[in-house]
């Protein structure tokens, strides 16, 4: 089966060189049919970034101010597949300045120079669909103050890779970007024989595979459903705009995921850290949701396997449901019963997020259960690495349970799971409660056995320790933009917010209080940001144990804050 495989992907990348070759000599050219616009919205902070020559790419790390982005790493199949998509490019056009502009179509030019005749990487369906998407999209900011003479070379390449494209995209008719780039390109290129209607009636199939009847996928990873809205929005609009019909059925699929999306948002717009996903660039998740047309609400409080609390400027959202396994956890994380906060436009409480893009060990590292907001018992994980080279997850919980409440006092959930029964006997029960004006959320965790298999097994872990006890930490990982303080005997901790709310962490003594040092993994940054996480550590000694916390804003925070987004002066952040 191996050689056979081996063999296939010779035969594509034959036919995929090709093909290159000929579409990259052949002498066509190209017109718009309307005035193209971007269809995705990048972060500026890694425009700067780029601009000033310092590059991440598929864990790389590069500083050189003067190195032409092809000349990173031309001998890494890895990095070579991130930048052929041309990805950058929405970046430096967040950035958009006279700069940025520049660097982008000196890149764009010299790929031209290097790789348009057909020679060399990138000449693969997937990474043509993406570079010609975002080449049309941007052709704007790239052909402003270009001579006639650089502009017809530009529209040259966009003829000769959409060319192409319409004879190799049926080498990934399951890749749902691949399909909307063959759309796009289809539809905003004069004279290019891409065959759209084939390829829309391949977008309607990949996503009522790859996405479920209740707008959710397996994966459980937000920022993928974002980013197939996101492509199914574009197509859409762009077949209304050239009075073709949008199929009924994609149609349904945008209208079954909108709810889904906006029942994974944050109090500030950004969608929940979990499972590989992040925030989302500035403006992205507004933009897809607003694009969709569809007016309907989160009406779930469960969506996806995610509860989420909202009351007063708060928002909370815990993972409760086991993560995927199979091909969907290849990016899953341990995070069962992990939990976010965030208080108006300010997170508070997080998960660390996906290391994936600083490497294997960051990647692996930030799967793991003590990466994310909940209890974790010492050295183990609710759910397992397999030891395989895909990495799927295994040994994940078997039993989750999650119950929403109210009352008049706010909203509550009730959760538990049993990722660490079959290793110690403990099930794992988590009580959080969002008090009606969003002020004070206060919770309970509980390791406990069940029956007497359970105790069973946990005496025989219990007398491994020597009498020691299992130990576990309860995890709250804070936002690199939250100052903490705690008191002498740590009783508490006292939270700051760039907002100027303070929030005050309290503990019933059942557990030690740390303030240790944490990460933030963020996409866009070019390493790990620090911050600091509180911790309550402790070990169980006897079939129950029990710990009681809360997080509530200081008496003298106001009800309504008015948050600018401004940084505390530097004055002020030393008096804190």
């Not at 995921?257 to 925030?279: E, K, N, S």
């Not at 130990?471 to 009783?491: E, K, M, Q, Y």
Request: charged share 20%; aromatic share 6%.
């Amino acid at each position: 089966m191996a050689h056979s495989m081996t063999r296939r992907d010779r035969l594509t990348a034959f036919f995929d060189r090709f093909h290159a070759r000929r579409a990259g000599r052949a002498r066509v050219t190209t017109s718009f049919t309307m005035p193209p616009e971007p269809r995705a919205v990048g972060l500026a902070a890694r425009g700067k970034q780029l601009l000033a020559g310092e590059f991440l790419i598929a864990g790389q790390r590069v500083n050189d101010p003067v190195l032409s982005i092809w000349d990173i790493a031309p001998q890494d199949p890895a990095v070579m597949a991130e930048l052929q998509g041309c990805g950058w490019l929405d970046d430096l056009a967040a950035l958009g300045t006279e700069a940025a502009r520049a660097r982008a179509q000196g890149w764009v030019f010299d790929w031209i120079t290097r790789y348009g005749t057909g020679d060399g990487p990138g000449w693969q369906a997937g990474s043509t669909a993406r570079r010609l998407s975002l080449w049309i999209g941007h052709s704007d900011f790239l052909l402003r103050g270009q001579s006639k003479d650089a502009t017809a070379v530009f529209m040259q390449s966009l003829a000769q890779q959409g060319r192409f494209l319409a004879r190799r995209w049926h080498r990934d008719v399951s890749d749902i970007a691949t399909l909307a780039g063959v759309i796009h390109a289809g539809l905003l290129l004069q004279g290019i024989a891409a065959p759209v209607d084939a390829a829309v009636k391949a977008l309607t199939a990949a996503s009522q595979q790859q996405v479920n009847a209740d707008g959710t996928i397996p994966s459980r990873n937000p920022t993928a459903l974002l980013e197939i809205l996101t492509h199914l929005v574009a197509s859409a609009q762009l077949l209304t705009d050239t009075d073709r019909p949008v199929p009924t059925e994609l149609s349904q699929i945008i209208t079954r995921i909108v709810p889904v999306l906006r029942g994974l948002q944050h109090a500030d717009g950004g969608l929940a850290r979990f499972h590989g996903g992040g925030r989302g660039a500035e403006g992205q998740v507004d933009a897809a949701l607003a694009g969709s047309g569809v007016r309907t609400p989160a009406t779930q409080p469960t969506v996806m396997g995610y509860a989420r609390l909202i009351a007063g400027r708060s928002s909370l959202i815990v993972d409760a449901a086991a993560p995927p396994v199979g091909p969907a956890s290849r990016d899953a994380h341990a995070s069962t019963l992990g939990l976010e906060l965030t208080s108006g436009r300010r997170p508070l409480i997080v998960n660390c997020g996906s290391g994936a893009q600083f490497g294997d060990d960051w990647r692996r590292a930030s799967r793991a259960t003590p990466s994310h907001s909940t209890l974790g018992l010492d050295g183990l994980s609710s759910s397992h690495l397999a030891k395989s080279a895909d990495e799927w997850l295994s040994d994940v919980p078997g039993v989750v349970r999650a119950e929403i409440t109210t009352d008049q006092a706010g909203p509550g959930l009730e959760l538990s799971h049993n990722g660490y029964q079959r290793s110690h006997g403990l099930t794992h029960a988590r009580m959080l409660h969002l008090s009606g004006d969003g002020r004070s959320l206060t919770g309970e965790d509980l390791l406990t056995t069940l029956g007497p298999e359970d105790e069973a097994r946990f005496d025989r872990v219990f007398k491994q320790t020597l009498g020691v006890g299992i130990g576990f930490a309860i995890r709250f990982h804070l936002h690199p933009d939250v100052t903490s303080t705690a008191t002498r005997d740590n009783t508490a901790v006292t939270l700051w917010l760039k907002s100027g709310e303070i929030w005050i962490f309290q503990h019933d003594g059942a557990a030690q209080l740390s303030v240790i040092p944490s990460v933030y993994l963020e996409k866009g940054q070019l390493k790990p940001r620090s911050t600091q996480q509180v911790v309550l550590s402790g070990n169980a000694l006897a079939y129950a144990t029990r710990v009681r916390w809360s997080l509530a804003k200081a008496e003298n925070t106001p009800l309504a804050v008015r948050d600018l987004a401004q940084a505390f002066p530097l004055d002020e952040a030393d008096q804190i």
